[in-house]
């Protein structure tokens, strides 16, 4: 007889047969007792080298000017922003599963938190790289800022250029302390549990103190959810500037109203793909698929498909607006994105962000690994495709047909960006070996409350 499938409600956050010793021992054995895989050290020496890469290509940018880019007039941001808002959407899945599902009382989120919040902190990382390269002049870039000079100079604070480098240092600075602090009990414990005296000094100094009397996880508890208060709103404000970038400008394209809804959508929809991207893997690799269960996995894929259908809405949206305003520049620019020179990364975008999520219709499908896999780098690609859409194909044919030009990246445009990847992995690799990926603390309490259901 077929075995009938467990409702979705019933699949488990936490696999039974856990004990508080087990969640404790299996998590930290992953950075305390377990010997450095071969896999572990051909992956960093990949991304190492992609780093190195990236590295070598910045010098050569700074002692030659970004004129080594593809970047021309009328494509005057090009790679570089599209790299830029493709990893600060990436960085926006963090904040947001940490912080508003902990608000919102989500317990799917305790085995995923701890490793999208250091996807945000990495990505993050990387998308702040563009900005400041592409300022030609890196090394002025605090006059951004409104220091005190004797020029008397000050940023132009009406221009959303600005409100962007607050946006995304403040962002970066509240995820930084969010992450930071809820790994404080869990640095105890690998304080507590190691037996090398340098990891004991290390952790014990970034465990500040911890000894999980009453008092401290008293005022622990107040301040996460003080920061997750705080944190929220980051959420949907350093995406929305982002997206007023855009629609201050008056570009067709560009200038619309729903473009900060759009983006917000958008960074959901990426970020959520590549926690999956990552997940998938990681709990293959370290045997964490109890505490990683399906369920954490379906319930991505359904914010995958909810935000999947969202940015399904905008593109239709879009297109339906462009006709319906009766402006000749809009009209013409859906034309061009549809059948256009780059018309290929249009019809990209949509089997990629609009046809594959919709697999996850079905129950089965959004329970396959191999598919969510799938799906989730297609997403990935999709979302990239559609940030260079917005820049490049928005710009190479502006109002002026004489000033209309083709925009080819050069091979210091793909070594920066494939460079800012191998950062990204490098980062990602560090952090899986030298700090739990999951939060052992956060795991026990599920421990405890299964215990009472049974």
């Known amino acids: 007889m077929a075995e009938v499938p467990a409702p979705v409600d019933e699949t488990p956050v936490l696999e039974p047969g856990h004990t508080y010793a087990s969640v404790t021992d299996q ?22 080298t992609l780093m190195m890469a990236l590295l070598y290509a910045t010098a050569y940018l700074l002692a030659r000017g970004i004129g080594i880019w593809g970047t021309n007039i009328p494509v005057g941001w090009a790679f570089p922003i599209v790299n830029f808002v493709w990893w600060i959407g990436i960085g926006h899945a963090g904040t947001l599963i940490s912080a508003v ?98 990891g004991q000094i290390v952790y014990g100094i970034m465990a500040l103190g911890w000894r999980g009397s009453a008092k401290h996880w008293q005022r622990y508890e107040v301040a996460y959810l003080l920061m997750a208060a705080l944190a929220t709103p980051l959420v949907v404000s350093v995406h929305s500037i982002v997206g007023m970038d855009f629609a201050a400008a008056i570009v067709p394209g ?5 473009s900060s809804p759009f983006f917000v959508a958008g960074a959901i929809f990426s970020g959520f793909a590549m926690v999956m991207t990552l997940m998938i893997p990681l709990r293959s690799i370290y045997s964490l698929q109890d505490f990683v269960t399906l369920r954490h996995l379906e319930n991505m894929a359904k914010v995958i498909l909810a935000t999947g259908c969202m940015m399904f809405y905008g593109y239709a949206a879009e297109i339906f607006f462009e006709y319906y305003s009766g402006n000749e520049f809009e009209r013409y620019l859906a034309i061009n994105r549809l059948l256009g020179p780059y018309g290929w990364s249009y ?47 928005s710009l190479h044919r502006d109002f002026l047909p004489s000033a209309w030009r083709m925009y080819y990246p050069t091979v ?13 992995f490098t980062l990602l690799f560090l952090f899986v070996r030298l700090l739990p990926v999951i939060s052992i603390f956060e795991l026990r309490t599920l421990v405890h409350e299964s215990s009472e259901e049974t």
């Open 254 to 258: 560009w200038h619309t109203t729903f």
């Open 101 to 198: 599902l902990l608000l919102l009382h989500q317990e799917w989120r305790t085995s995923i938190n701890r490793f999208a919040e250091a996807m945000t902190l990495f990505a993050v990382s990387c998308a702040g790289l563009f900005p400041l390269l592409h300022m030609g002049r890196p090394w002025v870039f605090y006059w951004m800022l409104p220091y005190p000079n004797t020029m008397d100079l000050w940023p132009n604070f009406r221009s959303p250029l600005v409100w962007d480098v607050f946006a995304v240092m403040t962002y970066f600075t509240v995820s930084l302390l969010f992450w930071y602090m809820g790994l404080i009990p869990d640095l105890a414990t690998l304080r507590d549990r190691t037996h090398n005296r340098f």
């Open 27 to 48: 998590i930290s054995s992953i950075v305390l007792t377990r010997k450095t895989s071969r896999g572990w050290i051909l992956g960093f020496a990949l991304s190492f």
């Open 412 to 424: 210091w445009d793909y070594t920066h960006f494939v460079g800012s990847i191998g950062l990204f």
């Open 347 to 393: 019809w990209g975008l949509i089997a990629c962000n609009v046809l594959a999520p919709q697999l996850f219709w079905s129950r089965k499908l959004r329970r396959s690994i191999p598919v969510l896999f799938v799906v989730s780098l297609l997403v990935n690609v999709g979302m990239w495709l559609e940030r260079f859409i917005i820049v490049v194909v």
